[in-house]
């Protein structure tokens, strides 16, 4: 609960910004949650710590990720794919919190996606340094279904590209707190995150942490 307005208010406008067409920025959107979702998260890595995977062609990813619901994404030699367990303990990913899946379904309808019922939570933890390359979002089964991505702590610079990993990238900057959300035409674009510039975030001190909701199956 918000006891005092004044530290309320939005520095930004919480306006819905288009991005490019499918693709919606919804400045603060998690802000009346943060810090609930932090504590959540802190309670799922307990059982499924933050691991940095291998991608196929044998790098070690700068990111370090864990999963909660019913399919988690991971990534090693054999490729990247959902899977029900986590490896590295053999037992089901934590559950998604009710919480987490009532605010991505809001999101998705704030942003014209009614009835989005993720039953993936991929949690990226970004220190300084790291980043993501560009990739695109492909080991869902229907496209049709849109993605929801909240961005908590450190700020980061999101890249949008277009449908080829050639196309030029637009630069969009994520603040804690900052949902978006996008499917339709966005939802094969090419995207990424630039390395992690150092900073400290009152909630979350030195690290970025996003949230990427997803239908898998
Ligand atoms: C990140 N997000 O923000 C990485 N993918 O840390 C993603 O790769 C992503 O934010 C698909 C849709 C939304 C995303
Ligand atoms: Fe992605």
């Not at 810090?35 to 700068?62: D, K, N, W």
């Not at 864990?66 to 590295?88: I, K």
């Not at 637009?170 to 995207?191: I, K």
Request: aromatic share 8%.
């Amino acid at each position: 609960m918000q006891t005092l307005a004044l530290f309320d208010e939005p520095e930004v406008s919480r306006e819905p910004k288009q991005i490019v067409d499918g693709a919606m920025l919804l400045p603060g959107f998690a802000l009346g949650l943060d810090r609930e979702l932090i504590t959540a998260v802190e309670r799922i890595i307990t059982a499924a710590p933050f691991r940095h995977l291998q991608t196929p062609g044998g790098q070690t990813m700068s990111v370090a990720m864990s999963n909660c619901g019913a399919y988690g994404w991971v990534s090693d030699r054999r490729g990247y794919r959902y899977e029900a367990c986590d490896p590295l303990s053999g037992q089901p990913w934590p559950e998604m919190p009710a919480s987490f899946a009532t605010l991505a379904g809001a999101a998705a309808a704030a942003a014209g996606f009614d009835d989005f019922a993720p039953d993936a939570c991929l949690i990226n933890r970004y220190l300084p340094g790291a980043k993501m390359s560009l990739h695109q979002d492909r080991d869902e089964r229907d496209f049709a279904e849109p993605i929801v991505s909240v961005s908590l702590g450190l700020p980061a610079v999101f890249q949008f590209g277009g449908l080829s990993r050639k196309d030029v990238v637009q630069c969009v900057p994520l603040m804690h707190g900052d949902v978006v959300v996008w499917g339709g035409a966005a939802r094969l674009r090419f995207h990424g995150v630039l390395t992690l510039k150092a900073g400290q975030h009152a909630l979350l001190g030195e690290r970025r942490i996003n949230l990427t909701f997803r239908r898998a199956r």
